[in-house]
């Protein structure tokens, strides 16, 4: 199995709205990865998550809040978004965040955001 | 300057055609690099690493240049199904010993009959 599963597939919130989304793996991977990604835009790294520890936060807005309950499972919770948050949020899982097992990363087919 | 640094494109060729893409990356520690394509509103999946020796899957083949900091993709007899957007990814060392990916913004490919 080499899938990664997102939920929701679409999700429309408004500005004062809390919403969480959701990703799994079953590959036994121990890294796993929440990017967002703009129309037409390469994907930008906002955390990653090393044996359920957060490794890196990329100065993400304290609005967007990762949380990794076990080694199959990433949420990415969400309050008080602004209209420019707008986008594609994809999660990636890979063996391990170093070396390089951190280039082959599996992607879910990501949740499309659209904040009113 | 951009991390990494690709053509946008797009190339729109016929079918049949060999077709290359260029990627150049400005981090001299950069440690592994890959190819990644994506169709449109799909995600990214990982299409091949590049190695210094140069590697060949089929009908693609990528070349890693560390002096130049340069790495290549070439496509031979383009199909209709390569059509995608080919994403030029290199790792960079994090703190903490953590890697993560830098993506180049994406040369678009558009084959047609």
């Known amino acids: 199995d080499t899938e990664v599963t997102q939920t929701p597939k679409h999700l429309v919130m408004g500005m004062t709205n809390k919403k969480s989304l959701k990703c799994e793996q079953h590959?036994?991977?121990?890294?796993m990865y929440w990017y967002k990604q703009k129309a037409k835009k390469p994907p930008e790294l906002m955390f990653v998550y090393s044996y359920e520890k957060l490794s890196i936060n990329e100065s993400v807005p304290s609005r967007f809040s990762p949380e990794c309950p076990n080694s199959s499972l990433l949420n990415l919770h969400l309050h008080a978004l602004q209209p420019e948050d707008s986008a594609l949020y994809l999660c990636?899982?890979?063996?391990?965040?170093?070396?390089?097992?951190?280039?082959?990363?599996?992607f879910g087919p990501g949740t499309r955001l659209t904040v009113t | 300057r951009k991390e990494v640094e690709q053509d946008p494109g797009p190339f729109n060729v016929p079918e049949g055609a060999t077709v290359a893409f260029n990627c150049t990356y400005s981090n001299s520690a950069s440690q592994s690099f890959f190819w990644y394509r994506q169709d449109c509103r799909k995600e990214p999946k990982l299409l091949m690493s590049v190695y210094s020796s140069g590697n060949e899957d089929g009908r693609f083949t990528a070349q890693l240049n560390r002096a130049s900091q340069y790495i290549s993709l070439l496509i031979r007899d383009s199909k209709l199904s390569d059509s995608a957007t080919y994403l030029c990814?290199?790792?960079?060392?994090?703190?903490?010993?953590?890697?993560?990916?830098?993506f180049g913004a994406g040369t678009r490919l558009a084959v047609h009959p």
């Open positions: 590959m036994g991977h121990r890294a």
């Open positions: 990814v290199v790792t960079v060392l994090f703190s903490g010993g953590y890697n993560k990916l830098i």
């Open positions: 990636a899982s890979s063996q391990d965040a170093s070396g390089i097992d951190v280039g082959e990363q599996y």
